[in-house]
Protein backbone atom coordinates (compact mmCIF):
# COMPACT_ATOMS: atom_id res chain seq x y z
CA UNK A 1 0.00 0.00 0.00
CA UNK A 2 1.25 3.07 -1.06
CA UNK A 3 1.01 6.06 1.24
CA UNK A 4 -1.29 9.32 -0.83
CA UNK A 5 0.51 12.75 -1.25
CA UNK A 6 -0.48 15.61 -3.21
CA UNK A 7 1.84 18.37 -4.19
CA UNK A 8 0.57 21.43 -6.14
CA UNK A 9 2.29 24.12 -8.26
CA UNK A 10 0.53 26.83 -9.96
CA UNK A 11 0.79 26.38 -13.57
CA UNK A 12 2.03 28.79 -16.13
CA UNK A 13 -1.70 29.66 -16.76
CA UNK A 14 -3.14 31.44 -14.13
CA UNK A 15 -6.49 29.84 -14.08
CA UNK A 16 -4.79 26.73 -13.62
CA UNK A 17 -3.64 24.85 -10.57
CA UNK A 18 -1.83 21.28 -10.83
CA UNK A 19 -1.94 18.77 -8.58
CA UNK A 20 0.17 16.11 -8.42
CA UNK A 21 -1.17 13.21 -6.98
CA UNK A 22 1.64 9.66 -5.65
CA UNK A 23 0.07 6.60 -4.18
CA UNK A 24 -2.48 4.26 -4.39
CA UNK A 25 -5.99 5.81 -4.62
CA UNK A 26 -8.04 3.41 -2.79
CA UNK A 27 -10.65 2.90 -0.27
CA UNK A 28 -8.15 3.43 2.60
CA UNK A 29 -7.06 6.71 0.91
CA UNK A 30 -10.19 7.96 -0.93
CA UNK A 31 -11.63 9.69 1.93
CA UNK A 32 -8.04 11.29 2.57
CA UNK A 33 -8.24 12.60 -1.20
CA UNK A 34 -11.80 14.11 -1.11
CA UNK A 35 -10.23 16.71 1.79
CA UNK A 36 -7.48 17.04 0.37
CA UNK A 37 -9.22 18.15 -3.01
CA UNK A 38 -11.73 20.32 -1.28
CA UNK A 39 -9.02 23.20 -1.11
CA UNK A 40 -8.57 23.47 -4.73
CA UNK A 41 -12.39 22.97 -5.69
CA UNK A 42 -13.42 26.11 -3.70
CA UNK A 43 -10.51 28.03 -4.12
CA UNK A 44 -9.80 30.72 -6.87
CA UNK A 45 -8.25 28.30 -9.60
CA UNK A 46 -10.39 27.79 -12.60
CA UNK A 47 -9.54 24.24 -13.60
CA UNK A 48 -8.05 21.60 -11.64
CA UNK A 49 -5.29 19.62 -13.42
CA UNK A 50 -4.36 16.09 -11.65
CA UNK A 51 -1.10 14.52 -12.18
CA UNK A 52 -1.58 11.25 -11.96
CA UNK A 53 2.15 9.89 -13.23
CA UNK A 54 2.99 8.71 -9.90
CA UNK A 55 -0.38 6.85 -9.12
CA UNK A 56 -0.21 3.28 -9.90
CA UNK A 57 -3.15 1.65 -8.44
CA UNK A 58 -6.98 2.73 -8.18
CA UNK A 59 -9.41 0.76 -7.45
CA UNK A 60 -13.28 1.22 -7.40
CA UNK A 61 -13.76 3.34 -3.96
CA UNK A 62 -10.86 5.46 -5.66
CA UNK A 63 -12.94 6.12 -9.32
CA UNK A 64 -15.95 6.44 -6.85
CA UNK A 65 -14.10 9.31 -5.03
CA UNK A 66 -12.53 10.64 -8.56
CA UNK A 67 -16.28 10.77 -9.89
CA UNK A 68 -17.97 13.06 -6.54
CA UNK A 69 -14.87 15.18 -6.92
CA UNK A 70 -15.79 15.54 -10.43
CA UNK A 71 -19.37 16.12 -9.54
CA UNK A 72 -18.49 19.13 -6.81
CA UNK A 73 -15.81 20.81 -9.43
CA UNK A 74 -18.55 20.91 -11.56
CA UNK A 75 -21.10 22.41 -9.00
CA UNK A 76 -18.42 24.96 -8.58
CA UNK A 77 -17.97 26.01 -12.72
CA UNK A 78 -14.80 24.51 -12.77
CA UNK A 79 -13.14 21.98 -14.87
CA UNK A 80 -10.99 18.83 -13.75
CA UNK A 81 -8.39 17.25 -15.98
CA UNK A 82 -6.59 14.20 -15.77
CA UNK A 83 -3.14 13.90 -17.04
CA UNK A 84 -0.03 11.35 -16.72
CA UNK A 85 -2.42 8.03 -16.77
CA UNK A 86 -1.21 4.76 -16.83
CA UNK A 87 -1.97 1.85 -19.27
CA UNK A 88 -3.21 -0.25 -16.45
CA UNK A 89 -5.12 2.69 -14.66
CA UNK A 90 -6.28 3.87 -18.36
CA UNK A 91 -7.75 0.58 -19.03
CA UNK A 92 -9.77 0.72 -16.16
CA UNK A 93 -10.70 4.05 -17.40
CA UNK A 94 -11.85 2.96 -20.49
CA UNK A 95 -13.57 -0.42 -19.14
CA UNK A 96 -15.83 1.73 -16.97
CA UNK A 97 -16.13 4.32 -19.19
CA UNK A 98 -14.79 7.17 -17.35
CA UNK A 99 -12.66 8.26 -20.40
CA UNK A 100 -15.91 9.57 -22.05
CA UNK A 101 -17.12 11.48 -18.67
CA UNK A 102 -13.44 12.92 -17.62
CA UNK A 103 -11.00 14.78 -19.80
CA UNK A 104 -7.90 13.19 -19.85
CA UNK A 105 -4.95 14.24 -21.49
CA UNK A 106 -1.42 12.70 -21.76
CA UNK A 107 0.54 15.48 -20.81
CA UNK A 108 0.59 18.11 -18.82
CA UNK A 109 0.82 21.01 -21.71
CA UNK A 110 -2.47 19.42 -23.83
CA UNK A 111 -4.28 20.12 -20.50
CA UNK A 112 -2.95 23.41 -20.10
CA UNK A 113 -4.61 24.54 -23.45
Avoid: C, W
Avoid at 43 to 59: A, H, R, S, T
Amino acid sequence: MNDLKFESQKSGNEKNIIVKISGDIDAYHSPKMKEEMEGFIKGEYKNIILDFQEVPYIDSAGLGTLVSILREVRNYQKELKIVGLRKNIKRIFEMTRLDNIFNIYDTIEEAEK
